[in-house]
Each structure stands twice: as C-alpha cells, then as structure tokens.
C-alpha cells in the first residue's frame, strides 16, 4: 500500500512538471501584438481582471467595454506587454476590438453578410453610421429604408443590421453601408413565411400605412397588404379615410394571397355577413323604405337602404308631373328620403327604386278636375314657335296652340300676343291622360264670328268692308265681325276695258269697298269676295228696274238704249286710304258663279 503511495506521488509530480514545461512552452510562443482569448475572472468598479493563461492577470479599464461584462465572459485582447517593470501583463481590449472589427469589417464585405450600426447623425445626402471600434460609414438616404424618408429624423439613434458596399476609395478608408437591401431581404423572408403560414379567412393585425383612391396598404409586419375600398364596408364607401386613419392598428380578415404576385388582400366588411343574404327577409317589390342618397349621377341618383343594399332611383322614377333635368335639382347627398322598391336582382346586387311612387299621381285625378269647357285663368311659363305652355298647377302645363289664340288674326308666331308670365284667360278643349296632354284655348272664350258671317252673308250677298292689307295677287278686306276675305285682282276689274293690274293700283289700304260674296269656308276661316261681280250685280239691278218702269210709261225699251243712257267710265264706291303690303302667297283666283263671259 505504501509503495503504490509512493509511486502515486512519483507519477503526479511527473505530470506536474510535465504540464509546467508545455506551459511555459506555450508562453514563450506569445508574442507581443498577439491577439489571445481569455476570460474575466475578476470585477471592480474601475477594472475587469482577465486571465489570458500567463503568470499574470490582465487588467483592462471597464470603460473600454459597453456593458459590464461577468465572471467568465470571454474576452480578446492583445498583448502589449508580457511583462512591466512590476512583472505584470499589460493587455488591450481596445486594440483587440479595433483589431476584430476589421477583420470581421474585410469579412462581411466579402461574404456579403451584414454587420451592426447605429444611426447616429443626419449628413448631406444621408447619415452617419457608428460601426463600432471608433470607425464610422455613411448610409445615402435613398438606401437607408425599404420605403421612401419623408422624415429622416425618425431614423436617428435606430441600431440595424447593413451591408458594406465599399471600404475603400482613393486608397483612402470610406465605408459605404446599405440598410435597405437588409431590411429587403427580411421582409421578403417575412412575407415568405406569412404566404406558407396564412390561410384564406384567417385574421390578422395590421397598422394603417398610407392611402389611395382605390383603399388603403396596410402594414402586416414590414409588408403591406391591400385593404381595398370595395373590402372596408358591404355599404358605400366614398374615401377610405372615412373608415380608417393612418397609424390606426387594425384587424384585418385575409380574403386573397397571391404569392407569385406577392398580393394580400385584407378585408374590413367581411367580419359581418353579406346584408344581400337576408335582402328577401326585410324587403318586397312595393314596399316603401327609407334611405340616404349617397351618388347623384346624370341619370338618377343611388340610395342606400342599409349599409350593404343599395338601389338607384331613375330620374324618370323622380315625379310624376315635373320634368327633372338633373338629380341635383331634387336631391343632395346626404338627403333622407322614402321610396319604393319597384324591382331587384339579388344575383347582381341591385335595387330598382321610385321616388315618386311614395305620392298620388295627381294625373289619375286631372279630368275630374279639369273637364273640357272648363275657364282657367292662369299663367303663361314658356312660348315656342307653335304655341305656349300654360301652367295650370305645379308640374302641370296645358298647351296653347297659336291657332287657338284667335278666330280672325293669323298668328304667325304666339309671341306676338303673348309674354311669359302673362295671365290669361282660357278654357280646357281636350284632354288625353294617358298622354298627359291637355289642350287649351282662348278664342274658344267667345263665339265664332266665322260662324255668324257665314250665318249672315250668304254667296252672292252683298258685303261693304275696308282694305286691310294689299299683296300682288289681290286685296285683303276687313268685313264685319273683324274677319278677313280676299278679292283676288282678277274680280277687282269694272269694265272688259280694264286689265287685273290696273285695277289693283286703283286700291291702298283703308279704301272703303263695296263686294259680292263669292265663298266662304269657315271651318278654314276662308272667304272669298269679288267687285267685279258686285258692278254686274249693280247693273241686272238698274236694268231690271229700268226696264219695269218702261214697261209702266207703254214705251218699247232695249239693251242698247239702256247702254247708251250710262256713261262709259263707271265711278265705284271706293275712297282713298292708306297704303300696307301683305306678303301672302296668290291663291287660285275664285271663278265667280255669276260671270257671264
């Protein structure tokens, strides 16, 4: 037993003294500017003690280090000196670090790995990155975000991971690092992983990012995805910042991935059910509802009768009696209204609504109170070429037509006689409800002087009259009850001797004349007189006479004594007035029933 005691102890101090020798081996191979690893062994408020495997302790300011490291964190530093003048070992972990940092620097660079830096200063044209170990890059700004700086503030004092583009330039150290191909790089990783991970329907959050016309991106964690006007409510969206506000954190439902494309479409409305499921449940076809006008457009306006349903009312739906030019004359957005369901597709998602079916259609009523004969004073709102509108109460117009305004004056156009606004009086003569026209009149007030004429003055009466106006085929002349009649310049002529045109010259307007009916249509408001006829009607009368009062004396009489007893320039009755022109088309001049030739 004590020899195996004995030769134990041999054996150990072998080892011993053999461990020495390599130890001492392995100090002389130290050289000083060496890096060496070590680990802290001791703390103190001032310094960090670390064995680096030498007779000595390392002592290292505990400023050089940014934290405050613990007992037995490694830590490289470079041997300075093996030993001072008081046999100690001076290490630096400052130059170690300045020592790795390049290293690491020249490796990242090659590799094309990133390397930490911390924003630090706005430069011109970017910023000023602390890499570490005193050594300082410049980040461009246009490579310092995966989106557009609008304010480069924001990026001060933010530690993150970037590429070194160059070390060196001119021979010179001018580190150039990207931040944006890293963060590139990690939202695409990122994205990757949502695509793999996210199924249709599943819900996830979001901040609001920015807006389009078209919606809203909306951040899901370095990539955006698109919550699309359409997708914010099943109602009428107008501006998506209506539904939601920029920095808002919303929840989302993801209602399309598109991986190729790199698309996510979000959705809002589609945590409630489609409001078009349940449309058959709350609405039937006459139904009246009430609604909100949300879109006026030129051919009607679009109503919203809950969030999700919404109809448009045609503008031929808007009234019943006014004709609507524009929505915008009824209508604003915004505007509470009632209206009735007149059809609808749910296939399609549309209702067909009527605004004027919510009132009495004050047609269904009219001939009841407006019956033909009956006398309306009312006002005159529009003239036209053939007549004028008569409003006869609002939305209700009966046409005046211009032959309608009077029995005897040709009405060439009603603005003659009539002045919007005016007041007159007239009376219904027809009325056509399904056409919704009505027919007025005011000539229709008094009675027909055609008619009376006509009853008076039968052809080849005697008719005295006043010439109105004188065209080049014969005389216009005023007889009594105010109608006119014309002699065509054929029956103007007293004797064979004189020609039409002779005869004409003799007449201007306000001459008195003495005529002979010839025709009369008064259902065309037409008559037709002749001189002509009326000097031989003169002359059967004196020689009828004269021929009765021969026979009384017992005396033989003939025509040519009679003849000879007249003098050859017969005077007529006509007196001088003045001259007027009528520019009226030559009829065809009437032949008169009584001319002997």
């Known amino acids: 037993m004590a020899q195996m005691e004995v030769g134990t102890d041999t054996n150990s101090g072998d080892i011993q003294s053999q461990l020495q020798e390599e130890y001492l081996k392995s100090l002389e191979q130290l050289e000083e500017g060496q890096l060496i690893n070590g680990h802290v062994i001791q703390v103190t408020p001032d310094q960090v003690f670390i064995d680096v495997g030498y007779k000595s302790e390392g002592k290292i300011p505990i400023s050089e280090f940014q934290e405050v490291p613990k007992i037995g964190d490694p830590v490289s530093v470079i041997l ?11 290490v630096s972990k400052q130059k170690a670090d300045v020592k790795l940092f390049w290293k690491n620097l020249r490796q990242a660079f090659q590799d094309h790995t990133p390397i930490d830096g911390i924003i630090e200063k706005q430069v011109k044209g970017g910023f000023d990155v602390n890499l570490g170990a005193g050594v300082r890059a410049f980040l461009p700004i246009s490579q310092s975000d995966a989106q557009k700086v609008d304010k480069p503030e924001k990026l001060l004092g933010i530690k993150s991971p970037m590429l070194v583009e160059r070390i060196y330039s001119d021979g010179k150290v001018n580190i150039v690092v990207n931040r944006r191909r890293c963060l590139e790089e990690e939202i695409s990783h990122k994205q990757q992983e949502f695509f793999n991970s996210t199924p249709i329907g599943a819900e996830v959050a979001g901040v609001v990012k920015s807006f389009t016309s078209f919606g809203a991106f909306v951040d899901l964690g370095g990539f955006d995805g698109l919550l699309h006007i359409n997708d914010m409510s099943w109602g009428h969206v107008t501006r998506p910042k209506d539904f939601v506000k920029k920095g808002q954190e919303i929840t989302v439902k993801v209602i399309r991935i ?4 790199r698309r996510i479409n979000l959705s809002l409305k589609h945590f409630s059910d489609d409001p078009w499921v349940h449309f058959e449940d709350k609405y039937h076809v006459n139904d009246i509802a009430k609604g909100r006008v949300t879109k006026l457009t030129d051919f009607g306006a679009f109503i919203e009768l809950e969030e999700g349903i919404e109809g448009l009312a045609h503008i031929s739906e808007f009234s019943w009696v006014k004709k609507v030019q524009s929505p915008g004359d009824l209508l604003s957005i915004g505007d509470e209204v009632e209206c009735m369901i007149l059809g609808y597709d749910l296939q399609a998602g549309r209702v067909s609504l009527g605004l004027k079916q919510v009132s009495t259609n004050p047609w269904n009523e009219i001939q009841e109170k407006y019956p033909v004969g009956t006398r ?36 060439k156009h009603p603005g003659s006689e009539l002045t919007v606004g005016q007041e007159v009086e007239v009376m219904v003569l027809a009325m056509d409800k399904g056409s919704r ?13 055609w008619q009376n004429f006509a009853a008076a003055y039968k052809p080849g009466s005697k008719v005295e009259g006043e010439v109105s106006s004188i065209t080049e085929f014969g005389l216009f002349v005023k007889v009594p009850g105010g109608i006119e009649g014309l002699i065509h310049k054929t029956n103007l002529p007293e004797n064979r001797e004189e020609s039409p045109e002779d005869a004409l010259k003799r007449y201007t307007v306000g ?16 008559a037709s007189f002749s001189i002509r006829d009326y000097q031989k009607k003169v002359q059967r009368d004196e020689i009828s006479r004269y021929m009765a009062e021969e026979e009384t004396d017992g005396s033989t009489f003939t025509l040519g004594d009679f003849l000879k007893s007249k003098s050859t320039g017969n005077e007529n009755n006509v007196e ?9 088309k030559e009829p065809d ?9």
């Open 376 to 411: 309306l004073t009312r006002k005159v709102i529009k003239i036209t070429n053939a007549g004028a509108f008569i409003e006869l109460e609002q939305g209700i117009d009966g046409f005046l037509h211009g032959d309608d305004i009077s029995w005897t004056k040709k009405v």
């Open 589 to 597: 001049a009437p032949v008169s029933p009584s001319d002997p030739d």
């Open 511 to 526: 001459d008195k004349i003495t005529a002979v009916v010839l025709e009369l249509q008064p259902e065309k408001q037409k």
């Open 258 to 261: 598109d991986p190729a494309e």
């Open 437 to 449: 026209n009505i027919k007025l009149g005011i000539k229709q007030l008094s009675e027909d002087p």
């Open 576 to 584: 001088a007035g003045e001259t007027s022109g009528v520019d009226q």
């Open 80 to 90: 300075v000196s093996k030993e001072n003048k008081y046999g100690e070992v001076i």
